[in-house]
């Protein structure tokens, strides 16, 4: 049985390949940390019923470790 191969894993291939493979209804040939990874960056758009990508807000706050004095 062939070992398979490791693939490396970039930018390109989160945020394109594996959505266009959700897109194209072949998730099932994803791996399941990729799976798992998409459902918690993901979530389907109710009134269009395509993917888009949830975005943290984060509140920065620049000053926090400076003297304002």
Known sequence: MKQRKEIRKCGM????YIPSMYSQGKENQLDKEDRRWFKKNYE???ETM?????TEKR???IFREKNNG
């Open 13 to 16: 291939y989160y945020y394109v």
């Open 44 to 46: 389907r758009d109710t």
């Open 50 to 54: 395509d993917y888009k990508r949830i």
């Open 59 to 61: 509140n920065v706050n």
